[in-house]
């Protein structure tokens, strides 16, 4: 199903392109055509304005936003040199890098140098699957009642559909264990309304009450 949404998904620019391509060589876990795809008709739907990414990488997705959301502003966080430096370099290259902010730095420990830009309209999270509940609890806060929190590789892959013991890696178990912790969470957290949507990596839309 995946591959064919992706092949209908609407043209990118050459330098999102190129983007893509770098990622797909160097095994970077930038968001899936579809996922986005479905994140950004969210976006516009809410009217999205300002948004805070926890996971940059390469700064595909930021990118993605900010050219798809006319007026947006972003403030993401990387935690990884290499890929901040990428980020940065790549962002500049666009006519859209004045409306991003990207700070070098570890979500966990560096709240004060993005709170500097709430309040958000959105929250993405897309950094290490294993802190999801972390990540979100840390940022909730800075996000306007009614906007909305979106949780990336929630479905892992679809390996949250799988018996537990069939996975044979040992890391691989824990942390679809930890995920289903923070989907089950997440569902029941009752100052949101969430969904989870099996696009891309599977989605969780969460919009704050
Ligand atoms: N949102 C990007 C993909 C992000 S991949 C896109 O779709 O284009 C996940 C990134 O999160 C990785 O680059 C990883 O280095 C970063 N990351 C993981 N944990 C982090 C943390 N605690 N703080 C900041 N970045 C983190
Ligand atoms: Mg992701």
Redesign the pocket.
Known sequence: MSNYLDDISSERNPLLQE?EQF?KEKN????ELNG?DTMLHFMKIGNVKSIC??????????L?MVSALPGSTIC?????LE?YELARKYISRSNNAKQISIIF??????EDKVAKSAPFDAL?I???KG?YQR?FEIYEKYVVPGGIIFT?NVLFKGLLEEKIEVIESKRTRQLVTKIARFNDWLIKNENYETVIIPTGDGLAVSIKK
């Open positions: 983007m990622a970077i876990p930038i968001m986005i990414e926890i996971g940059t990488a390469i700064g595909y997705s930021a993605r993401t966080i990387e935690r990884d890929r730095g570890d979500a966990l420990e560096d993405f897309d950094a290490a802190q990540f990336d």
